[in-house]
């Protein structure tokens, strides 16, 4: 399968880690903690885990930004 590079791809990246992010910072509050199962109000640990994915988004979105030919 071959990797998807340019622009388009990088701002899909982006974007999708802003919505990693705001779904955590939801997920602290207890703003939607209807989604998740369990008694707590505030699931820290699913938190954690959409920090990471939009950690490692951004990162995926510097592999496959296009490299300047300098």
């Keep these: 399968m071959p990797?998807?590079?340019?622009?388009?791809?990088?701002?899909?990246?982006?974007l999708l880690a802003v919505v990693f992010v705001v779904?955590?910072?939801?997920?602290?509050t207890g703003t939607i903690s209807f989604?998740?199962?369990?008694?707590?109000?505030?699931?820290?640990?699913?938190?954690f885990l959409l920090i990471v994915l939009s950690v490692?988004?951004?990162v995926a979105a510097n592999f496959?930004?296009?490299?300047?030919?300098?």
Excluded: C, D, E, F
């Design 56 to 58: 490692l988004s951004l």
């Design 3 to 14: 990797v998807m590079k340019g622009w388009p791809t990088v701002i899909g990246l982006v």
């Design 23 to 28: 779904l955590a910072v939801l997920y602290a």
């Design 35 to 47: 989604l998740a199962s369990g008694g707590h109000k505030n699931h820290y640990s699913h938190a």
């Design 64 to 70: 496959v930004r296009p490299k300047s030919a300098s």
